[in-house]
């Protein structure tokens, strides 16, 4: 079955690591994205890459970096610059631009 | 600003007690409006796209509308396992992307 893998489920770190998070689709997808999810708040986008080898920014960028060497994955770090990293982070792709997005399930990140 | 507000924030329905849940925006250039279920722990799952003022789109116990202004998600005779918190997202060209409302936590009671 054709879907979007995240891992690991649940991640621990200390204060001043940098993590990478994995996210691996085997849709075909062109376009993949990163949202991060805070309790009581909607998906806030932190970067997203419409073709390999290219991607952007979105509205909460800093201290996170990514990659988009393969068409089918889309790694995110998480660098010891982002001031409040514990959080839900969850990966999608879609097709194209404004197509409907596929989500993995999100990996939890717990910094201490 | 570019803004997507969803409405109430939690709703708590009796089975079968219908409701409607609420999705403004304010965008310009809107590519497609969507609708995601999101169950606890989980990667939210798509259920519509609407791309126009009157369109309606329908999956068994939902329904989901589009004005110019804003999106209705209807859901008729619910049931315990539609409790969830469902997620609006607007694609709009101004900005080139798509942003999410915050959510509506839905609870059935039996």
């Known amino acids: 079955d054709g879907g979007i893998t995240q891992s690991p489920k649940y991640l621990f770190r200390k204060e001043g690591q940098n993590v990478t998070l994995s996210c691996e689709q085997n849709?075909?997808?062109?376009?993949m994205y990163w949202y991060r999810q805070d309790p009581g708040q909607g998906l806030r986008l932190i970067y997203y890459s419409q073709i390999v080898n290219d991607f952007q920014k979105g509205d909460i960028a800093e201290g996170y970096s990514v990659s988009r060497e393969k068409k089918e994955s889309f790694p995110l770090t998480v660098t010891s610059a982002q001031k409040n990293p514990t959080a839900f982070y969850l990966c999608?792709?879609?097709?194209?631009?404004?197509?409907?997005?596929?989500f993995g399930n999100g990996t939890r990140l717990t910094v201490t | 600003e570019d803004q997507v507000t969803q409405s109430p924030e939690a709703l708590r329905l009796q089975e079968g007690e219908s409701s409607s849940l609420n999705c403004s925006y304010t965008v310009s250039g809107l590519r497609g409006l969507f609708w995601y279920r999101q169950d606890p722990g989980k990667g939210p799952e798509f259920l519509f796209t609407?791309?126009?003022a009157g369109e309606e789109k329908e999956k068994e116990r939902l329904k989901a509308t589009l004005t110019k202004k804003e999106s209705f998600l209807h859901i008729t005779a619910p049931k315990p396992e539609d409790s969830a918190t469902y997620l609006c997202a607007v694609g709009y060209s101004s900005a080139s992307k798509i942003i999410f409302g915050s959510g509506t936590r839905l609870s059935i009671r039996p």
């Open positions: 849709l075909n997808h062109d376009a």
């Open positions: 999608a792709s879609s097709i194209e631009k404004y197509s409907p997005l596929h």
């Open positions: 609407l791309y126009s």
